[in-house]
């Protein structure tokens, strides 16, 4: 009698290439400190996007530009923002993380200080140093999801990323309160000014502590790498470090991969849905907080500046608590779902610990069971949303209900890319930069068409819209549970296929 691994082809244990060494030597203490520096450097993909909305009005008066020439920097700042992961997040999949996140940081800083000097009479260097501000601080976010996938395994991943993204879901928090002090205080410039010295502290901070985690080059970090892969002060995983000139640490190191594009990654089916599902909420939110200014402006007309940006800390609060919520929860149900597995979860676990893969584990499963609920909640609060600001309700009505978006729209996020780093863990970096790329070019879409969309429809009906688009993402989730498994197992036999090609060449040459 055939089993079900046997069925659909997926063996049921894939172990690595030693079998005695954890997957990864770093504590929980220190895998901890390791997520909070990258969560750190995340913040400032989404802070330096929206710190820059206040001062949009300003700007246009500064430059002497319109509104919608002004929105043109907005856009251009999602598209690379979605562009440049695909080489820097590439790149650290090949040659390292540590020196690709500080480089990123670097340019942050440097494409800032040529903001905050940028003469009023030349629009087009505003829009130049916009697209490289958003090449230095995007990739960070593709950066330090790959960190994530080098140091844990799938039952810790959906707590680290929870708190990961409590970095990147800071900025639009806190993005647009300090951008409107800041540019009514001080001036628009004292944004990049404020920009450049934070990303250079941050810059700093990773120079001294953050160690190298790519696994082709420490290993499960007890190789110690070249010396210049190391922090300035290394207190980060200073046990059992081996040489790396040692037989078991050439055994434990995996091979180094070639630059590769990310884009191939789409054509993995089951990776293409999930970028698009995480593409299209994605969008429907930033529909959501783009407009947050002008539709409060129109409904609530005694707001003043100050008081509208206030606005945008209800969706930064509910993405905060989401990240933690989302976190929590991926990790119970995945715990749930493999103690419901037949096999001891004891072993389950210490297989784990390994760096065993069991492909027979029903990873699309435990990581998208809650999502239907997640999304029918974030549609009810998009749609309940609009209908609150078109009858003008009490203002508490709305905010809440932004709340419910921020928190819901994170969680979704969340389970999405932890899935994704699941089914790819050595191309973290790779397969976070084809998600940026993707969501942030339908973002840019989206954007640009929402002020239209609001003047034809009004404020119920567009987001009675959205609500309609996020909600067609249903059916596909149950796609990907059902379809997942099967690619997942082609994956694996073709990757079989390819080490058993390479095993007979080597003999060939041998002989």
Known sequence: MSTKNEETGVSPITPPSTVEEPYSIFTTHEKWFI??????????????????????PTLAVAFN??????????????????????????????????????????????????????????????????????????????????????????????????????????????????????ADKLGWRAIFWFLCITSAVCMIVMILFLPETLRAIVGNGSIAPPAIYYPVIPIIGRHSIQSPNTSS???????????????????????????LINAVIYSVFYGVTASISTVFHDAYPQLNETELGLCFLTVGGGMVIGSVFCGKVLDWDYQRIRRSMPRDPK??????????????????????RLMPWFLALYVACCIGYGWCIDLQTNIAGPLILLVGVGLVVISVMNSVQTLMIDLMPTQGSAITACNNLVRCSLGAGLVSAIQPVLDALGTGYTYLLLGGVAALMGPVIFVVMHIGPRCRARRIRIAEEGKERARDKEERERV
């Open 35 to 56: 997520v909070s520096l990258i969560a750190f450097g995340g913040l400032f993909s989404p802070l330096s996007a929206n710190i820059y909305f206040p001062a949009i």
């Open 65 to 182: 530009k319109s509104i919608e020439d002004i929105n043109l920097t907005v856009t251009l700042n999602m598209v690379f923002q979605g562009i440049s992961p695909m080489f820097w997040g590439t790149l650290s999949d090949s040659y390292g993380r540590r020196h690709m996140f500080i480089l990123c940081l670097l340019l942050l800083a440097l494409s800032c200080v040529g903001l905050a000097l940028t003469p009023t009479s030349d629009y087009w260097l505003l829009l130049l140093l916009r697209c490289f501000q958003a090449a230095g601080s995007a990739s960070t976010i593709a950066i330090g999801a790959g960190v994530i996938g080098d140091i844990s395994t799938r039952a810790e991943r959906g707590g680290f990323f929870g708190v990961y993204s409590i970095g990147p879901m800071f900025g639009p928090a806190i993005g647009p309160v300090l951008g409107g002090i800041l």
């Open 249 to 275: 640490a050439a055994a434990a190191r995996a091979p180094r991969k070639k630059f590769q594009n990310s884009l191939l990654l789409l054509l993995h089916v089951d990776v293409a849905l999930l970028l």
């Open 347 to 368: 072993q389950q676990e210490m297989d784990e610990m390994l760096g065993m893969t069991d492909n027979s584990f029903p990873i699309e499963r435990a990581r998208l």
